[in-house]
């Protein structure tokens, strides 16, 4: 028979540069058993597991579990490593960066090739999307490294990084991570998924080779334990990390009250929102691409298609047509769509999963066609005839599995797109601009794709809403995530509040006092719902007033007034500057009494409080409409509209100091961003706030959006922390309480800003700028793509 014939009747392809030799020859160099790199150096492989090959179920290598004594070991040679890394100049750190994107390339086969080995992705998708944006993330961050100085003037490193990341992108989510540390001068200690070491291991090499000096990268590889050992560290000044909600969780409680820095890129359950005009072929392709992109082992992946019901009978034939086409198979085959699961467990988790939305109700779709014999392959699967609450709807299935649901307006859409504790990433299919662009803003996720998905750049940031974690990674603002204000070394404890406390006494002391200041909720003033006052006393002990002792109740209602005030989000920025200009201008007009308000509280002349809050009010006025987005032109045909969205309701709690100005210098710059507000002014001096209502009133500002209530500071900020209608809570309070602050925030994942105990001189007017204004918003990446 000749070659041709043979070729055909066997099918067998020809050796291909996608071949297992060279990874497998680098392994058996290694024989096949890795200890750390730590401090330059490869240690002695511990207690170690095996990391297989999940299209085969054959062991590929020896990791080694790290034990806290490693990490302890790696984060001293970070430390050590700090030094002279940060003192480098930006163009120093940039060439070894750029090096490193050089060898990447240089070696960017074998770097696919055993990506695929150990983690089962189709060799396309490791080939042609993973290792060539590890390469691009480590040239773009090697400009930022030069030009940090003067982007970033007044910013320097954490110091030392703890870095732990899924298994689902080895390499890319190593290169998000190192890529932007090193750049801004951090050293780090980094551990890849138990699943999944080997390009991280290879990377070390890499690191090694281009001759980056010792301890300024260390891969400690392990499992959830050694993940737990670098988050407990206290030597470690920053934690960013990528993986489950869950994880994310138990590492915000974990850190709280420990200053260290926190990112958290977690879960999520994207939205893919398909209308009637949409171009149905051309959203069938993208949907494979959402969905069956690694299996579905993506965090971003487009899990829920909601398809408008005119379409939906089409659509949804022809979709199922496009997944006989799929084809599932050996990852190293180059014309396989569809690789393998990460391990047995998942698959298991999977059909778990499915079993329960089946007993639901959920109808399965899966086309026809074996599995291959062995290794953890599933076949791609359509679940129709669900309700939001099916199981498959709610949970983040990581694996090859779609939902479908319908929808009719475009208001249900966003309805249905936003039910969801997640807040990754949506894609909406219209070709109709105008409606793609209405939708985009009103849907909870960090990054939107117009008629398009999956799309990444290092140039632009990502990252989540609400469960789905808070940083971002890319672009400026990820940059901005491994940096921190230079000041903040010098903040000092805040001295004991001056002013005395409430005596024990008898409550019916301050009777003579024919009024009692209310709280502020919903643009009205209402009676404390637990019936008690608080005494308010000067320095001296002298009673000047008495306020409503707010409780839980009074909390949930401000909330409900602020969440109902959230179109204050949509307010032109125009708009929304006049009335921070006309609160600050009647506030003026009425200063004398506020300046002798805050003399009668704290004994101290109020007259330059009064007119710093004022200056403070105009200053952010003034940002309403300047603090704004960038646009991106990412390496494909789009453009990246970063958006600055405020983060929704916030709950602030004032500090002790500073009766007016306390308050006012944190709510100017929320609600100049569009947030609406829940104040808890300072509990021994609340008496200025109560006496802004009248400001409030006479100054336009929408019912809802300034909520006051007075009380026990601590206690408010509790229940606040714990209520997953705040989106954002600031603490101005001492450690322990800030440390409850963070604690209590993790049931929703609500960003925080806490004082831990120091003094933020709030008069300062560093406080004038984007230092709050960044903590009071969030970036939104919406991709556009161009094109005829
Ligand atoms: P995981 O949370 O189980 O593990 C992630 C990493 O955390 C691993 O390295 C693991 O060893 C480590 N770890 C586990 N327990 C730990 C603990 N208690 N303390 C510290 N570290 C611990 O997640 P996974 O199964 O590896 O990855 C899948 C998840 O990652 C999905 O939820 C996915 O959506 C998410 N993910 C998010 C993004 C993003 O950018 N938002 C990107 C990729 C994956």
Redesign the pocket.
């Known amino acids: 028979m000749n070659k041709i014939a043979q070729i055909f009747k066997t099918l067998d392809y020809g050796p291909a540069p996608e071949g297992p030799e060279q990874a497998n020859a680098w392994l058996d160099a290694h024989d096949r058993k890795f200890g750390h790199f730590i401090d330059g150096q490869w240690t002695k492989p511990g207690k170690t597991f095996s990391s297989d090959n999940p299209a085969t179920g054959e062991s590929l290598a020896q990791i080694t579990d790290g034990t806290a004594e490693d990490v302890d070991a790696a984060v001293k040679a970070a430390r050590g490593a700090f030094k002279g890394w940060s003192a480098l100049s930006g163009y120093e750190r940039g060439k070894y960066l750029y090096a490193i994107a050089r060898a990447v390339q240089k070696h960017s086969r074998l770097f696919a090739v055993l990506e695929t080995m150990d983690n089962g992705k189709p060799i396309r998708e490791s080939r042609d999307i993973d290792i060539p944006l590890v390469a691009r993330h480590f040239y773009h961050h090697a400009g930022w490294a030069q030009h940090l100085n003067r982007e970033f003037p007044d910013a320097v490193p954490y110091g030392v990084c703890g870095q732990?990341?899924?298994?689902?992108?080895p390499l890319l989510?190593l290169a998000w991570k190192i890529a932007p540390a090193l750049a801004a001068g951090n050293t780090v200690i980094l551990?890849?998924?138990?699943f999944t070491s080997l390009t991280a291991l290879l990377f070390a090499e890499i690191c090694e080779r281009v001759g980056l000096p010792k301890g300024v990268v260390n891969i400690v590889t392990g499992?959830?334990g050694t993940?737990?050992a670098?988050?407990a560290h206290a030597g470690i000044d920053k934690i960013a990390?990528?993986?489950?909600?869950d994880?994310g969780k138990?590492?915000r409680a974990v850190t709280a009250g420990t200053g260290k820095g926190l990112s958290l890129?977690?879960?999520?359950k994207s939205p893919y929102i398909v209308f009637e005009d949409a171009d149905i072929d051309s959203a069938i392709e993208g949907l494979i691409d959402a969905i069956w992109f690694n299996q579905g082992q993506v965090?971003c992946a487009g899990s829920r298609l909601l398809v408008q019901e005119s379409i939906e009978t089409r659509f949804i034939t022809k979709l199922k047509k496009r997944m006989e086409t799929l084809r599932v198979g050996d990852p190293l085959d180059k014309s396989i769509d569809i690789g393998a699961m990460i391990a047995p467990i998942q698959v298991e988790r999977i059909k778990d999963l499915m079993k329960r939305g089946v007993a639901e109700g959920a109808e399965v779709y899966e086309p026809d066609g074996a599995l291959p014999a062995k290794g953890c392959f599933l076949k791609p699967a359509l679940v129709t005839n669900v309700s939001p609450a099916n199981t498959l709807v709610a949970e983040?299935i990581?694996g090859p599995v779609l939902v479908a649901m319908s929808f009719r307006t475009p208001e249900e859409a966003v309805q249905l797109a936003n039910n969801t504790k997640y807040g990754?990433a949506a894609t909406i299919w219209s070709e109709n601009i105008n409606l793609a662009l209405d939708i985009a803003p009103q849907i909870k996720a960090g990054v939107v794709w117009i008629n398009g998905t999956n799309n990444f750049d290092a140039a632009v940031g990502?990252?989540?809403y609400k469960e789905?974690?808070f940083g971002r990674e890319g672009g400026r603002e990820g940059m901005s995530a491994y940096l921190k204000p230079a000041w903040e070394k010098d903040l000092r404890p805040a001295p004991a509040a001056k002013v005395a406390e409430a005596k024990a006494g008898n409550p019916l002391d301050a009777s003579h006092l024919d009024q009692t200041a209310k709280m502020y909720i919903g643009g009205k003033q209402s009676r404390p719902d637990s019936g008690y006052s608080r005494a308010v006393l000067d320095n001296s002990g002298k009673l000047v007033g008495e306020v409503g002792d707010g409780n839980r109740k009074d909390i949930r209602n401000a909330v409900e007034a602020a969440r109902a005030a959230l179109g204050w989000a949509s307010t032109p920025a125009h708009t929304r500057a006049q009335i921070l200009y006309f609160l600050a201008e009647n506030l003026d007009y009425r200063r004398d009494e506020f300046a002798a308000r805050i003399k009668a509280q704290t004994g101290h002349d109020g007259a330059e409080e009064v007119a710093l809050s004022v200056e403070r009010l105009f200053a952010f006025a003034g940002w309403a409409d300047k603090y704004d987005g960038a646009v991106h032109n990412p390496p494909l045909r789009a453009v990246a509209a970063a958006m600055i969205e405020p983060l929704g309701v916030m709950g602030i709690v004032a500090p002790p100091s500073r009766p007016l100005l306390g308050s006012i210098a944190l709510i100017a710059p929320a609600l100049a961003m569009g947030n609406t507000v829940v104040l808890v002014p300072s509990a021994q001096s609340p008496l200025s706030l109560t006496d802004l209502y009248q400001v409030i009133e006479t100054s336009d500002v929408p019912n809802g959006v300034i909520n006051i209530v007075t009380g026990d500071s601590v206690s408010l900020a509790k229940t606040l922390a714990e209520h997953d209608g705040v989106d954002g809570l600031w603490f101005a309070g001492n450690a322990e309480a800030s440390t409850m602050v963070e604690k209590a925030s993790t049931s929703n994942l609500k960003q925080t800003w806490t004082s831990r105990g120091l003094y933020y001189d709030l008069a300062d007017r560093r406080f004038e700028g984007d230092y709050f204004l960044g903590k009071a918003t969030q970036v939104k990446n919406v991709w556009i793509p161009y094109g005829a």
Not at 191 to 194: F, I, L, Q, T
């Open positions: 732990i990341i899924p298994w689902n992108f989510m551990k890849p998924a138990e499992e959830g993940g737990q670098i988050t990390f990528t993986g489950s909600t994880v138990a590492i890129e977690l879960g999520g965090c983040e990581f990754l990502f990252g989540g789905s974690g």
